[in-house]
């Protein structure tokens, strides 16, 4: 009898074809050794509702500590016939309890709080390790923000040059994003932490099993307040994504600066040798495939999240088998993630900066504009009348390829009369970094500051 979980009302088995689109042992086994805790707990709470005996108790317990063994060291498998990690553990369970024992397992359970229960579990399991390994991405930042603090670079807006910034303070702007993102986790993670055990199909139990029992077993606070919603409800899996997504897009944008950054045009930092790869044909070739592989990961953890949604639309109450779409988009989600965080970091861990060139490139493009324009603010200038002062300035420097503080007195003097020499004095990189020392600017006790609320918000997460 292959479809055990139903074979009652029917005249034999599914056909092939059923079978195999039915299937998803392929990609939910990763659920099994929470599907073999979810059982344990759940056979507590049938035996304090009565109706296992204390040695039936001990027996099924026994069972499942054989069975999670089995899973654990693969000698129990998936048969082709198993239809999910659910039906494949209870033919399992079956096997080492006997039908008697193993067969009251079922009672006052469903699949679908199964599934959802256990997705929940974990997800939360796997979320944990992903911000671990964000968190390292963030620490191997503050590492270089602290090791060059005072380095000078290029900050640009429209990728045209600026202002000029420290690359400590560019590397945080990642480092808090991320940190973010770990903060969004520890949030997803305090609204997913609700069992659904107890819910069964979609109704509750009947049984007088205590689903907040079951719950606290499993390691959560607390059971759902609607065994409908405990079924039915995907937007746990949906908000990870988001947050596993946002994850990628954030390390896309730092990966698009890498690639940016080891180029010979810019120069501005170099790959380690075991974090690049080569060409098979241009021996020369150094290049930047970690953060091409994340700045092309993002776009599938993009479409993960939008696939997620778009099953999710419209789907009625409560459980629909639509809803065994929910797991490859998110399991593919975790693993792209979890292999490429760790890559990630070591590639970041281990950039060189060209901090000479940092440096030499900062005041160019006419960066020191803005500190020329609020320094004839502070003699009394108009702002517009400023602004228009040192666009003259710019101008004059551009016909003539040099730049703002290699005008002399007498061009200084012809632009403007409130342009006396004493500007230049303004016109240097520290001078523009110093003044920007309001909470959150570039200025370098500002940085310090910065790294040390990053490195307590690191140590508290
Ligand atoms: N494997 C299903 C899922 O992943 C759970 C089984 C529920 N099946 C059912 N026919 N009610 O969603």
Redesign the pocket.
């Known amino acids: 009898d292959q479809v055990s979980l139903w074979g009652g009302r029917f005249d034999g088995g599914p056909a092939d074809a059923l079978a195999a689109l039915s299937k ?1 042992t392929q990609f ?1 086994w990763r659920l099994a050794p929470y599907d073999v805790a979810g059982s344990k707990a759940h056979a507590n709470v049938l035996h304090r509702a009565g109706l296992l005996s204390d040695d039936e108790l001990a027996g099924m317990i026994r069972a499942l500590d054989r069975l999670a063994a089995d899973v654990a060291s693969g000698e129990f498998e998936p048969e082709l016939a198993d ?4 039906t494949a553990l209870e033919r399992g369970l079956i096997e080492r309890a006997g039908p008697e024992l193993g067969g009251k397992l079922r009672a006052g359970r ?3 709080d ?2 959802a229960t256990q ?1 929940r579990m974990y997800m939360r399991d796997a979320v944990r390790v992903v911000a671990g390994q964000v968190l390292d991405v963030v620490e191997a930042l503050t590492g270089h923000a602290d090791t060059h603090l005072g380095v000078a670079m290029p900050g640009r807006t429209h990728l045209q040059h600026a202002q000029p910034v420290l690359l400590s303070h560019h590397l945080l702007a990642h480092a808090w994003a991320l940190m973010r993102d770990v903060d969004r986790l520890r949030d997803w993670d305090r609204r997913t932490d609700t069992s659904a055990y107890g819910s069964g ?1 979609l109704a509750g139990t009947s049984l007088g099993l205590d689903p907040e029992y079951v719950a606290r077993e499993l390691g959560f606070s607390g059971s759902v307040e609607n065994s409908i919603d405990g079924t039915a409800a995907r937007d746990f899996v949906a908000e990870a994504a988001f947050v596993l997504a946002m994850i990628g897009v954030d390390l896309s944008r730092l990966a698009e600066e890498i690639i940016l950054w080891a180029t010979k045009e810019f120069a501005f930092a170099e790959l380690d040798d075991a974090w690049a790869t080569g060409s098979s044909i241009m021996p020369q070739k150094k290049n930047p495939d970690v953060a091409e592989l994340a700045r092309g990961k993002a776009g599938r953890l993009v479409g993960n999240l939008s696939g997620l949604l778009t099953t999710l639309k419209a789907l009625p109450l409560a ?1 629909n ?1 639509d ?2 779409e ?2 490859e988009p998110v399991f593919d989600s975790v693993d792209s993630l979890t292999v490429l965080l760790p890559a990630f970091a070591g590639m970041v861990a281990t950039l060189r900066f060209n901090t000479s060139r940092l440096e030499e490139l900062a005041p160019q493009g006419f960066s020191l504009a803005t500190d020329m324009a609020e320094w004839l603010v502070r003699q009394g200038v108009p702002f517009r009348e400023a602004h228009e002062i040192t666009g003259a300035c710019v101008r004059r420097c551009e016909q003539r390829g040099i730049e703002l503080w290699e005008l002399d007195d007498d061009e200084l003097a012809e632009i403007s009369g409130h342009l006396t020499p004493s500007v230049r004095e303004i016109l240097s990189v520290p001078g523009a970094l110093a003044a920007r020392s309001a909470k959150g600017g570039t200025a370098p006790e500002r940085v310090r500051d910065q790294l040390s609320a990053i490195r307590a918000e690191v140590a508290a997460a």
């Open positions: 998803s939910d239809e999910d990690v659910h469903s699949r679908n199964q599934v997705f199909a459980y088998r809803l065994q929910d797991k």
